[in-house]
């Protein structure tokens, strides 16, 4: 089967960091340095090299996050965060949650954001009050708004 085990360092939540730069990296940036023997990924300095390896030597990666409200577009945000030498986000797609969706916004300044309906851009809207004008990603909302977020480039 294709599966690969997960192993999560403790309390470092790194795991998806790896799996975005193994996705991200030339496969030449993977190898284990000279004279090291390939091991499992199961402990955090490991973790921690495997990781600067894949990333070494890649530029700034744009991303578009769909479902950056969840789980997985959280752990995402935490490598943006973790990384931004590496990442930044031009446009996020959540459904409802425009309470975090509006703190991910004045972090990570999105150029485009879609929620799920014209209610949800709404309240989206009035969360993002107090941010200026100049700082406002276009809110676009339902499909065409997924779109919109999957397409910025």
């Given amino acids: 089967p294709n599966t690969m085990p997960r192993h999560r360092a403790a309390g470092l939540g790194l795991g998806l960091t790896v799996v975005l730069a193994v996705l991200c990296a030339p496969s030449w940036a993977l190898a284990p340095p000279p004279g090291a023997a390939a091991s499992p990924v199961n402990t955090a300095s490991a973790l921690e090299d495997?990781?600067?390896?894949?990333?070494?030597?890649?530029?700034?990666?744009?991303?578009?996050?769909l479902g950056s409200t969840g789980s997985i577009g959280t752990q995402t945000l935490d490598i943006v965060r973790e990384r931004p030498e590496h990442?930044?986000?031009?446009?996020?797609?959540?459904g409802g949650n425009v309470k975090l969706l509006a703190e991910q916004i004045r972090e990570f300044r999105p150029r485009v954001v879609s929620v799920k309906d014209a209610a949800a851009a709404a309240a989206l809207e009035e969360e993002l009050g107090s941010l200026s004008a100049s700082d406002r990603p276009n809110i676009c909302f339902g499909d065409e708004g997924i779109v919109e977020v999957a397409t910025e480039a």
Wanted: proline fraction near 0%; hydrophobic fraction near 55%; charge should be positive.
């Fill in 50 to 65: 495997a990781t600067a390896r894949a990333l070494r030597g890649m530029g700034k990666r744009t991303l578009s996050l």
């Fill in 87 to 94: 990442f930044e986000v031009s446009a996020m797609a959540a």
